[in-house]
C-alpha cells in the first residue's frame, strides 16, 4: 500500500519505518530542515536504538522516502498517518493541537480524491471527533477526507520493538466512516495483526480515552509506589520486600515498582495534566483531582532529593554535587520533563555546584544549561564533590566499580535515588550508601 506518515519525530520515525519493514511504500514527511536532511540521508535524527539501521534497510529496499513537501506527501498516499506533535501548553494543563489542525488543513484543501487519514498523536479527550469535522469542512466539495483515530503506545529507548510487535491497536472512527476506515487500516495492519496485535476498532472518544487511561495508569501505578515507600519510611518496613512481593501477584505484575525519582519523559506528565483538565471540564471532578494528586505525588519526590541533599551536606550553597544522570530515563538521548535534570538545576538554584555527567545527552545539558558543570565521565563528576547523586539507572552506573572512585570524593556518601546500585558493594568501597527519601540515622542497613 502507499502510505504517508506526517510528522517523523520519536513516534513518527520509528511508525514509517516499521510499515516499510511490513512490506508498505512509505513516504515521511517532516518539516524541520535538520531532521529531513538527517532522514534523507538514511539517519534517524535523534537517539533511539536500532532506527537507522531499519531506515537504510528499508531504503536500499526502495520502500522508504523522506519529503519536506506537502504537495509530494499528497500525491502518494492512499492512507495518511498524522505523528506531529502535541505538547503542554504554557498554562501548564491542555495539550496544543495546532500541528494536528494544520496538518489535516494542508493535506484537505489539496485533496484531488478520496482519502483516509488516521491520527496517532495524542489528543485531549474529545478531540478527534473535532478533527473530523474539520477535514469535512476544509477538503474540497466531491471529495471525502475520512478520519480514524489510533493512539499510539510506543516506549522510547524501545521504540522498534514496541512498533513492531504492538500488544494493540486501536481504531476509532466516525459510525459513517467506519466502514471505509476499518477496511483500509486492516489492510496496512494486517502484518501487524498477524504477528498477534490485538485489533480494537471503537468510536473517537473511546479510542482518545485508551491512550488517556494507559499514561494515567502508568503514572499512577508508580506514584502508588513511591507513596508506598514513603510509608515504608514512616513505620520501619523494608520497602524491597514490600514492592518484590507486590510484584508478584501476576493481576499487579513489576513493572514500575521500584521506589525512586518518579516518572518524566515527552508524554506521562502533559497526558496525565490534560487528561485531568478534560475530566476537570466535562464534570468528573473526582477523577482530576486523582489524576493532579498522582501528578503531584510524582514531583513530590524531586522535592525529597534536594531536600535529602541538604539533609546530608546543611548547606547547598558553597556545596559540590555530583550528578550522575541526566536523560529522563535510560537508554535514551532525551531530556524532556526529566526528573534527574530537574533536580541537577534544583541543586543548582539553591547554590551548589553541580558536576554533572550522563551517557547521552551531556551536549543537551551543556547547550540547555551551561550554568551546571557537564564532564566527561562519571569519575571525573565525583572528582571535589562532597555528595554523589544517581538520578538516572544507567548500567553503566550500576556496573561501575565504587573502588575506583573513592580517592575522588571525600566524604563519600552516594544518594541513590533510583535503587540501582549495589548497596553491600558500595559500602564495601567506604560509601555511605542512601536511598532517596531515607533519614540518616535509618541508614545503612541496605536497603
Ligand atoms: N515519543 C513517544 O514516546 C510517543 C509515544 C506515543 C505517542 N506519542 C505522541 O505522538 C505525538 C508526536 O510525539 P513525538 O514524541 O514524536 O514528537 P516529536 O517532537 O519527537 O516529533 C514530532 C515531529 O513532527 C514534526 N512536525 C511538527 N509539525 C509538523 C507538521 N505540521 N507537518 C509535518 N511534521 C511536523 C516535528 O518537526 C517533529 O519532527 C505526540 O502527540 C505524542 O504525545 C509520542
Ligand atoms: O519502575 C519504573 C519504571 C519507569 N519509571 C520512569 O517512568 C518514566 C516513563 O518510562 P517508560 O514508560 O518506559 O517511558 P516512555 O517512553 O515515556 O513511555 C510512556 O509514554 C509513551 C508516550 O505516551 C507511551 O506510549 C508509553 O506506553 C509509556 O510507557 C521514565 O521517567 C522512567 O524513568 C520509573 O520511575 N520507575
Known amino acids: 500500500m502507499k502510505i504517508t506518515v506526517i510528522g517523523c519525530g520519536r513516534l513518527g520515525t520509528p511508525y514509517t519505518v516499521a510499515l516499510a519493514e511490513m512490506g508498505h511504500d512509505v513516504l515521511g514527511v517532516e518539516v524541520n530542515p535538520e531532521a529531513l ?49 502535541t505538547p503542554q501548553k504554557q498554562d501548564g494543563a491542555t495539550m496544543d493541537v495546532t500541528a494536528v489542525e494544520d496538518s489535516i488543513r494542508q493535506i484537505a484543501r489539496r485533496l484531488t480524491r478520496d482519502v483516509v487519514l488516521i491520527g496517532k498523536s495524542t489528543v485531549p479527550v474529545g478531540t478527534a471527533e473535532r478533527m473530523a469535522a474539520l477535514a469535512a469542512d476544509v477538503a474540497p466539495s466531491g471529495v471525502e477526507l475520512r478520519i480514524g483515530w489510533s493512539p499510539d503506545f510506543l516506549r522510547e529507548a524501545l521504540s522498534m520493538e514496541t512498533t513492531l510487535r504492538p500488544a494493540r491497536l486501536v481504531l476509532g472512527t466516525s459510525p459513517t ?45 508508580m506514584s502508588f509506589i513511591n507513596l508506598v515507600d514513603n510509608m515504608c519510611r514512616a513505620a520501619g518496613a ?16 513489576d513493572f514500575g515498582l521500584t521506589p525512586g525519582l518518579g516518572w518524566g519523559g515527552s508524554c506521562l506528565g502533559k497526558d496525565i495534566r490534560a487528561f485531568a483538565d478534560r475530566a476537570e471540564e466535562l464534570g468528573a471532578h473526582a477523577t482530576a483531582r486523582f489524576l493532579m494528586l498522582v501528578d503531584e505525588a510524582n514531583t513530590d519526590r524531586r522535592t525529597m532529593a534536594v531536600d535529602h541533599a541538604r539533609a546530608v551536606l546543611g548547606d547547598l550553597a558553597d556545596a559540590t554535587v555530583a550528578v550522575w544522570g541526566a536523560s529522563f530515563k535510560p537508554g535514551v538521548g532525551d531530556i524532556s520533563d526529566s526528573p534527574a535534570l530537574d533536580v541537577a538545576v534544583r541543586l543548582h538554584q539553591a547554590g551548589a555546584t553541580v558536576r554533572l555527567y550522563d551517557p547521552s545527552v551531556n551536549d543537551l545539558v551543556n ?63 567506604g560509601w555511605s550508601h542512601e536511598l532517596l527519601g531515607y533519614t540518616r540515622p535509618a541508614l545503612g542497613d541496605g536497603r
Open 37 to 85: 536532511a538527517a532522514l534523507q540521508d538514511s539517519r534517524c535524527p535523534f537517539d533511539e536504538p536500532g532506527v537507522t539501521d531499519y531506515i537504510r534497510k528499508n531504503v536500499d529496499a526502495g520502500r522508504l522516502r523522506f519529503t519536506g513537501s506537502f504537495d509530494e506527501a499528497v500525491a502518494h498516499g492512499e492512507l495518511f498517518f498524522l505523528a506531529v506533535p
Open 177 to 221: 466512516d467506519r466502514e471505509v476506515v476499518e477496511a483500509v487500516a486492516r489492510r496496512a495492519w494486517a502484518p501487524f495483526v498477524d504477528a498477534g496485535a490485538e485489533l480494537l476498532v471503537t468510536d473517537f472518544v473511546t479510542a482518545d480515552l485508551t491512550k488517556a487511561a494507559a499514561n494515567a495508569f502508568l503514572s499512577t501505578k
Open 238 to 253: 523494608d520497602m524491597t520486600v514490600v514492592s518484590h512481593s507486590l510484584g508478584l501477584d501476576p493481576r499487579i505484575g
Open 367 to 429: 547547550r540547555r544549561h551551561p550554568d551546571l558543570t557537564v564532564v566527561d565521565t562519571a569519575q571525573d563528576a565525583v572528582e571535589g564533590a562532597d555528595l554523589l547523586m544517581v538520578l538516572t539507572d544507567w548500567q553503566e552506573f550500576s556496573d561501575l566499580d565504587p573502588s575506583m572512585l573513592t580517592e575522588h570524593a571525600e566524604p563519600r556518601t552516594v544518594i541513590d535515588a533510583r535503587r540501582c546500585l549495589n548497596p553491600q558493594r558500595w559500602q564495601e568501597a
